[in-house]
């Protein structure tokens, strides 16, 4: 089974801080792992992917995430945070050593929200 | 391209009526999935679909039917509504190979009296 953990259910920072959004995961195998935004009332926009290869991902509106195999973490990250980045943001998974139809759902942190105080 | 379309946007059912959801994306992707989203909980697989004509059951596929009849619509069920469907419900697709991000509708918002 697969599983993912974001412990904060909200962050506030700053604007122009660096903010950084945790996230932490379970798979049997290894992981393909993603970060989503939400704004209010809208759906889920991709961000950033993990598949393999350089551990730093960059992604949309200057975000990166971290991938970290033996912390099974993959933090997002931004420099200088923007008003406009408060949103709510979900950490997802997928076990790539899956086999069927079923290995490609993914599996959804619970959210954290972001606010960047002015 | 308009991505991920879904219809109503809103809708307010009482208990025991019956209601049909419609998702449609133009990507040409195989795979489609039907999610609800309740505070707290992130979201939730209830059904997806592989392709065309065929479906699975998610996380919590209980009370909900979908059908897959063409590859660009992904329809969600619901029979006899229960107060514990009220939810946002959000349509996603991806494509069936390559690195499996999916893409999200403008969700549904249910709510059951």
């Known amino acids: 089974a697969q599983s993912v953990a974001q412990p904060e259910d909200q962050v506030n920072v700053a604007e122009g801080n660096p903010l950084t959004v945790k996230c932490t995961y379970s798979?049997?195998?290894?992981?393909?792992l993603f970060w989503y935004v939400q704004y209010p009332n809208r759906g889920l926009q991709f961000l950033l992917k993990?598949?393999?290869?350089?551990?730093l991902v960059k992604g949309s509106y200057g975000f990166e995430a971290e991938f970290n195999k033996s912390q099974t973490s993959f933090h997002l990250k931004k420099p200088s945070a923007l008003v406009s980045d408060s949103a709510l943001y979900f950490c997802a998974v997928r076990d790539n050593g899956g086999s069927g139809a079923g290995s490609y759902q993914l599996t959804f942190g619970k959210g954290t929200k972001l606010s960047v105080i002015p | 391209n308009a991505g991920v379309t879904q219809t109503p946007k809103f809708r307010v059912l009482k208990t025991g009526q019956s209601m049909t959801l419609l998702c449609a994306q133009d990507m040409n992707h195989e795979y489609m999935y039907w999610y609800r989203q309740d505070p707290g909980m992130g979201l939730r697989l209830i059904h997806y679909?592989?392709?065309?004509?065929?479906?699975a059951k998610g996380e919590v596929p209980d009370g909900y039917n979908v059908s897959r009849l063409k590859k660009q619509n992904f329809l969600l069920g619901l029979e006899s509504a229960a107060p514990s469907q009220t939810s946002v419900y959000f349509c996603a697709s991806s494509r069936g190979t390559g690195t499996y991000e999916q893409y999200f509708g403008p969700g549904t918002r249910l709510t059951v009296t």
């Open positions: 679909s592989v392709g065309e004509g065929t479906t």
């Open positions: 993990y598949i393999t290869g350089d551990n």
């Open positions: 798979v049997s195998g290894n992981p393909y």
